[in-house]
């Protein structure tokens, strides 16, 4: 098991953006939290980082103590977490950080807290090369544009675009030799790790970078933080629901009479697919089951049209701001045929829901004369909804 440690640099000033936030970007909230804690988050859940610095301005380091010791009241870190302030450049920032990994660690990696997007599988890319034997990783992009090279406002030659590749981070490093590449290149000006090793002649490995690993520098990419670009929080419910045949009811089927010689027993209306489709619905917002809130034993329910129970909880759902977005459902029973009333039971279910016909979709199907619905016993209903919270 390889010692690796990770720096999260975020002591920079930020100055263009800060223009424009009034804060260094590393302290901007996405997603409810500051942009250092994604990587953090991210670093911490690796199964290949044993520990973690922080690295902070000291204008900020104590105020920023106190709230992750808040933060993490809520959520705990799965590995050790140094904090430590930062120097003056971005070097001197690294410098400080490495002062505080142990002399256990075989490998650090550091990375720019202005880069919240970074996944775990390029972590896991730079992790593996320095565990198969390099000293140095660098995660790259290829350049797409033409590159050339201006003096004075002149054109003074186009660069070989296929050489050329647009650097990212986290950077990957045997410990000892950034440690050695930090202290000579004490009085060198560098913008990332990787060129003090450079500097000294180790060879510098590259590997895949990501797209998304974007790097928030310039007010234009404060776009990507806004709440149009953030993954939506997506629920997924699923649903089941049993009928005896043979009691007083009609037969229904989302709030579709079905013309049949059956009957149901049911303490409502035994609408076996609206009450799939509820218990979906409460699937997606984690509260329960039909059961929990319209018993069987109140005799308030009895005979209660299972489109007005739909109702009641779509407004459990729209308190919880959450809105359906596609449903899935199938009807399973020997009798009688669905098939003729599937697009009229469609119809009404996109009303019901407030969706498209073309973000519902129903299934019927028997069992082969087996089980107890082959048996023409009774009826089941499945139902699968996406639902989206609002934001």
């Known amino acids: 098991m390889h010692n690796i440690w990770a720096i999260i640099v975020a002591a920079g000033k930020g100055s263009r953006l800060a223009q424009v936030t009034n804060q260094p970007k590393q302290f901007l909230f996405w997603k409810n939290a500051p942009l250092y804690w994604h990587s953090l988050r991210t670093f911490a859940q690796s199964p290949f980082i044993q520990g973690i610095v922080l690295v902070l301005p000291q204008t900020h380091l104590e105020e920023e103590k106190t709230n992750i010791a808040r933060r993490l009241q809520t959520e705990a870190l799965p590995v050790p977490l140094i904090i430590c302030a930062g120097g003056e450049e971005r070097q001197d920032s690294v410098r400080q950080g490495l002062a505080q990994i142990p002399d256990e660690a075989d490998f650090v990696l550091v990375h720019d807290a202005a880069r919240p997007f970074a996944s775990a599988t390029l972590l896991a890319r730079v992790c593996e090369a320095l565990i198969h034997g390099a000293k140095a990783v660098i995660p790259v992009l290829n350049v797409c544009d033409t590159i050339k090279e201006v003096e004075n406002g002149y054109v003074v030659k186009t660069l070989a675009r296929e050489r050329l590749v647009q650097v990212q981070t986290p950077q990957g490093f045997e410990r000892t030799a950034l440690c050695l590449a930090h202290k000579r290149g004490r009085t060198s000006f560098v913008t990332d790790d990787a060129s003090l090793l450079e500097a000294l002649g180790t060879a510098v490995l590259t590997v895949p970078g990501e797209e998304a690993n974007v ?45 049949s010689d059956l009957t149901i027993e049911a303490h409502s209306d035994g609408d076996v697919l609206l009450h799939a489709i509820m218990d979906a619905l409460l699937g997606c917002a984690a509260l329960g089951d039909i059961g929990d809130h319209f018993p069987d034993a109140d005799p308030a329910y009895a005979g209660i049209s299972s489109s007005l129970l739909l109702d009641r909880v779509l407004e459990l759902l729209s308190q919880k701001k959450l809105v359906p977005l596609h449903l899935d459902a199938t009807v399973i029973c020997q009798k009688p045929r669905i098939s003729p009333y599937k697009e009229q039971i469609r119809k009404n279910i996109s009303r019901l829901l407030g969706l498209g016909c073309d973000a519902v979709n129903i299934k019927a199907t028997t069992e082969e004369k087996l089980g107890f619905t082959g048996r023409v016993e009774g009826i089941k209903a499945s139902c699968v909804i996406l639902c989206a919270k609002q934001r």
């Open 215 to 259: 790097k928030i520098t310039r007010p234009q990419d404060l776009q990507l933080l806004a709440s149009e670009h953030e993954p939506s929080d997506m629920r997924l419910g699923q649903g089941y629901d049993v009928h005896r045949f043979g009691g007083s009811r009609p037969l229904l089927l989302g709030g579709v009479p079905i013309a």
